[in-house]
């Protein structure tokens, strides 16, 4: 038995796991040795679509599934298997349509598991595109198969930081709008988010609530941060700073380090 058995940790990729590097810093890769040899589960809860992680997760020091697209997918890379799926209403096409009428020069991307599509690429779209890799295919909006597992918005923050307060005015649909980087929206059901995908991998775990842990830096972590215990990063932004249960270092100088000692001086 190990202190850490039935205990999970699930902790945003970009600017919290990673370093700037876009690799794990060797003190962290320590810290989450140690924490699943005492019987701890450590997973990776991202906004990264299916072609975007995969090419990162030889790298990544996890012991369990990974939750991708924000939360909608919970997915077992060693049986290649899908365990939880949560999918846009097809009346996502429609608040897409809208937000277009009133914003034109927003960029959309739209992703099934495996595929993605993007429609109206901008500087912003293409910036993301060579970040995370990935091939989609460019297509009209109306043609991208429908349902989608996920939809993201780009352009620079100042023009979505206006579809975001337009959006907020109205119901438009019941769906959610966050940040996931300065020049990404991402457009979610109402119970989509990570903090969900976080309880499904929970309960398949046979996992408590008050043993779950999270760690993030940006908007779309807030919510997973609320439901459970959390740790922000010195880099985190401010509204994510304070949601957060433990401040430690930056993402590139050991902040899950730190936040795995947290949990050793509580179990």
Known sequence: MGKFDGVLFATDLDSTLFGSDQVVPEVNRRAIAYFCEQGGRF????????????????????????????????????????????????????????????????????????????FNPNDATRLHIKFIGGSPVEAPLEDIPLPWIKVTFTHEFEYLKEVAEWFAEGDHFGFRLEFSAKRLLELLPPDGGKENGIRALADLLGIEKRHIYCAGDNHNDISMMRKYTSFAPANARDPVKAVADYHVARFDEGAIAEAIGILDSIY
């Open 43 to 118: 997973t990776v809860a991202t906004g990264r679509a299916f072609d975007g992680f995969s090419n990162v997760l030889p790298a990544l020091p996890v012991n369990a599934p990974i939750i991708l697209f924000n939360g909608a997918l919970v997915y077992d890379f060693d049986k290649n298997a899908s365990l939880h799926e949560t999918w846009l209403p097809s009346s996502s096409l429609d608040a897409c349509l809208e937000i277009l009428s009133r914003f034109p020069e927003i960029g959309i991307e739209a992703s099934h598991i495996r595929e993605s599509w993007v």
